[in-house]
């Protein structure tokens, strides 16, 4: 029977449901193999990136986040040390939408294992809605 494990965490104040559920509209899923190509991505990475699902599948995810064209992914079912850490220090990386449009987002890293074969669970905040968040956190 395969089970899905996820190893690191969520987005500070999204829960694995949720994003799984995909109720955070502000939340792009995106799932690439350990090569970087899009194998899956949701409804809210269509709405945020402004491509269908069907353009998407099996192309670079350097389509949509530019700084990651010719960057080791994933090594060993793990990801790259640099990515993860430049992730959880919440460096912004320009994203680019299908018109052109480049904006600031936010990353986040969880790998999915099934069954030895790892996958890379790509989620995507744009920056604003980040610091919305934040901003809202904190008049709380």
Excluded: K
């Amino acid at each position: 029977m395969p089970t899905n494990q996820v190893l690191s965490a969520a987005p500070p104040g999204c829960s694995r449901s949720v994003i799984a559920g995909g109720a955070r509209e502000d939340l792009a899923v995106l799932t690439l193999d350990d090569r970087g190509m899009i194998c899956d991505f949701d409804r809210a990475s269509e709405t945020l990136f402004r491509y269908r699902r069907s353009e998407l599948v099996w192309q670079h995810v350097s389509i949509l986040l530019p700084q990651l064209a010719g960057l080791e992914l994933m090594s060993n079912g793990q990801p790259n040390p640099r990515l993860r850490f430049l992730c959880r220090i919440g460096r912004h990386f320009q994203a680019v939408t299908q018109d052109g449009e480049h904006f600031a987002s936010e990353l986040f890293l969880n790998v999915l294992d099934n069954m030895g074969r790892s996958r890379l669970l790509l989620i995507v905040r744009p920056a604003e809605a980040a610091s919305d968040a934040g901003q809202l956190a904190s008049e709380g």
